[in-house]
């Protein structure tokens, strides 16, 4: 093209070639140069624009450099919660305490709900919003109830939307949060090790190494992760100040979040807050390890199923029936 | 020329050697410490004691009071004893409906099975109750009365799967306490009542809601 121009295109006495670079400039070539370079430098620009609204407020170089939580000794995790206490101070002028809670040796948590006496009332839900600093926006919660055909074990037609008076007698009602997998599909799809089974049995996520892939989310055969979309909006009042770093802490934006059995209550030989606020007592907690413990007395003398044990995730949460 | 081609080679080998060395070490070191960055090899360290904290049942009120429809003078109603009517008056051990009777008990809600009011009531003492073998009973063992019907019930509750608690589930930490039959049934009418459910979970945007019959056509 721009041969013929220069070359035929133009005819004698145009005074083209003359002026060679005068020519340089003026030709389709450049001016597509000309063009793509501009465009390359706005995307380029336009690319780096985050950087000029970075602030330490929204991350600072400790929280980027921050190692992963098992790679942390016992100074660099200290330094890490007193920030994230005063992240939380700054952010939503509440005043808590995070601690690192650990599992404890000879401990193994198992779950196991009465299917025959749950009504379907969701103030686990309720509880387990309150206690997990829950965005009040979605109205967030581990748990989702699930409102069951009678004589149908089919989660697809399970519906978690009523708001009849429960009971129903054509019903029954199914708790679903995180069956804490021996076999967790979500650990072996993480591309960066930010989720993984403690030795109680307890499946956490460092929300700080977490990049918000969603692989987990997905891979979860319960639906029982859930991504944090927008910051948590939590009043100051309502914020549960008793805190732990890899459970109820106030999740950043961007990171997923799962049911840890409120391992910052458990860790310490507590209820979880879903069983105490079970209005029927159709929960039953404890440690798998002890035969005396009332899980194992469930596990030893009820009919007692896993959800989707065709899948080999071997669940720690158990379902039964009354007889 | 010679001489500076073959320096050449070395250093280009030497490079090499070093770059393979680079990537073997950062390949070895990480997993000879793979002991060390495996999940929760870290436990606690909080020494926990063998002493047992205690579970405590929560015990029933220790007097039945009746509502006798009045009001005293700051607008309470007026309660009263079992005893201060039945003391005096014979028991009529056909009656098994309140509303068959002509003052008090008129509005109780009675459903519990094919049971009068003297199964449960000892017609010797009011304040106490009467077991099926006729011994009284304490209110506040009322425990002992409904489980000679609910024997699975009772069993259950022993080994801890019936009946709601708080407090701990690891008793060397800390105690816990239990409910008693009573605290979720009314004795009256002891089927758990129809509850509207709290808490409705709030529809992601985008997601519709379709009455459950329609979502899933096939």
Known sequence: MENQTTGEGCGKGCGCHQEPDDQGRSTRRNLLKGAAVTLGAAAFAKALAPLA???????????????????????QLAAVLKHLEEDAKKNYGADVVISDHRPQKGVKFGYALNLSICIGCRRCAEACHHENNHDRATGNSYIRVLEMQKGSMDLEHGNAHYEHPVPHPDKFYMPVQCQQCDNP???????????????????????????????????CPYHARRFNWTKPVVPKEEINPNQ???SNRIRPQGVMEKCTFCLHRTR???????????????RVFGNLLDPDSEI???????????????????????????? | MTAGSRLGRWMFFGVIALITLWFVAALALPWLQRERSKPGRAFSEKVIGDALHPVIIRTPEG?????????????QAVMVACATCHDTRDPNYKIDQGEAL?????????????LTCLSCHNANDYNSLKKADGQSLEFSQSMQL???????????????SHGGMTGHWDLRQGSRERNTCTDCHDPHHPKYPLVLPVFPPKPVIGEAILPVDQSHPH
């Open chain 1, 244 to 246: 732990s770093y890899l």
């Open chain 1, 268 to 282: 310490e030989g507590k209820m979880p807050a879903c069983l105490e606020a079970c209005p029927t007592g159709a």
């Open chain 2, 146 to 160: 409904c489980s000679q019907c609910h024997g699975p019930q009772f069993r259950d509750y022993q080994n801890g």
């Open chain 2, 63 to 75: 007097m039945a009071l009746v509502d006798s429809g009045k009001k005293d003078a700051k607008g």
């Open chain 1, 185 to 219: 599909p979500c650990v072996h799809v993480c591309p960066v090790e930010a989720t993984w089974k403690e030795d109680d049995g307890i499946v956490v996520v460092d929300y700080n190494w977490c990049i918000g892939c969603r692989y987990c989310e997905a891979a």
């Open chain 2, 102 to 114: 002509q003052e008090f008990h008129k509005g109780l809600n009675y459903q519990h099975g094919s």
């Open chain 1, 53 to 75: 609204t970075w602030s330490r407020d929204n991350l600072s170089v400790d929280d980027f450099l921050q190692q992963h939580y098992r790679e942390l000794n016992k100074e």
């Open chain 1, 296 to 323: 194992r007395k469930v596990i030893d003398n009820k009919r007692v199923f896993v959800l989707k044990e065709e899948l080999g995730t071997k669940p720690s949460f158990f379902y039964f029936f009354d007889e």
